[in-house]
């Protein structure tokens, strides 16, 4: 079985803060990690991935997040944040062999000028 | 196509109607899913399709909820005799593989009003 946790339904930065996403995951074996982002009004699209190597995963458009397997954790972080990362963002996990993905409940980031 | 293309993208329909949901994929992706988003709540699983059989659908609710892909491609999720507690967005999503690594394309979902 394996679940996700996603601290805080609701996040709000300023323009040029750090953004801080927290997933922290439960997975009975080594688990694929994602993070995905829902545009208003839009499906979802893959943001970054880890599945194996290194721990520290590069996306799309400045974020990152590192996979720390003792802290059961994969936390998305982007230094600097643009009004235009505005979304809402989903953590997911498989696990091996698994064919679905699970994801969180979301956090809603806000990005305020 | 393109993308993953649902239809229609939004639907309001009585209590007690049936609804269907379609869902085309990307072309060649022989995997393809059905989730559930409801306001305030993550994505809920409801099937997993490779080619036309279903392995796992272990994510449907009742037996109201029912699925087809034909074709390897085109996918309908119809909801019988539906409950106001059937509203939602449904999603679906396709993938060139299995899907382990997790990289799966996401229609733009079928917004379902029940009133």
């Known amino acids: 079985a394996q679940s996700v946790t996603q601290l805080g339904s609701h996040v709000s930065v300023s323009e040029g803060a750090l953004v801080l996403l927290r997933c922290n995951y439960s997975?009975?074996?080594?688990?694929?990690l994602f993070w995905y982002v829902q545009y208003p009004n839009q499906g979802l699209q893959l943001l970054l991935k880890y599945t194996t190597g290194a721990t520290l995963v590069k996306g799309i458009n400045g974020f990152e997040a590192e996979f720390k397997k003792s802290e059961t954790s994969f936390h998305l972080t982007k230094p600097s944040a643009h009004m235009s990362d505005a979304a809402e963002y989903f953590c997911a996990v498989s696990g091996g062999s698994a064919r679905q993905l699970t994801f969180g409940s979301g956090t809603q980031l806000t990005v305020l000028p | 196509g393109a993308g993953v293309s649902q239809s229609p993208s939004n639907k309001v329909t009585e209590k007690g109607k049936d609804v269907e949901l379609r869902c085309d994929p990307i072309?060649?992706?022989?995997?393809l899913y059905w989730y559930r988003q409801s306001l305030g709540q993550g994505l809920e699983f409801l099937i997993y399709?490779?080619?036309?059989?279903?392995?796992?659908k272990s994510g449907l609710p009742s037996d109201r909820f029912s699925a087809e892909r034909t074709g390897g491609s085109v996918s309908t999720l119809t909801i019988q005799r539906t409950q106001q507690e059937d509203s939602a967005v449904y999603l679906c999503?396709?993938?060139?593989?299995?899907?382990?690594?997790?990289?799966?394309?996401f229609g733009e979902g079928s917004r379902l009003t029940v009133l």
């Open positions: 072309s060649g992706h022989t995997a």
């Open positions: 999503a396709s993938s060139q593989n299995r899907g382990q690594d997790g990289e799966l394309f």
């Open positions: 997975s009975s074996v080594p688990p694929y």
């Open positions: 399709f490779q080619g036309n059989s279903a392995p796992d």
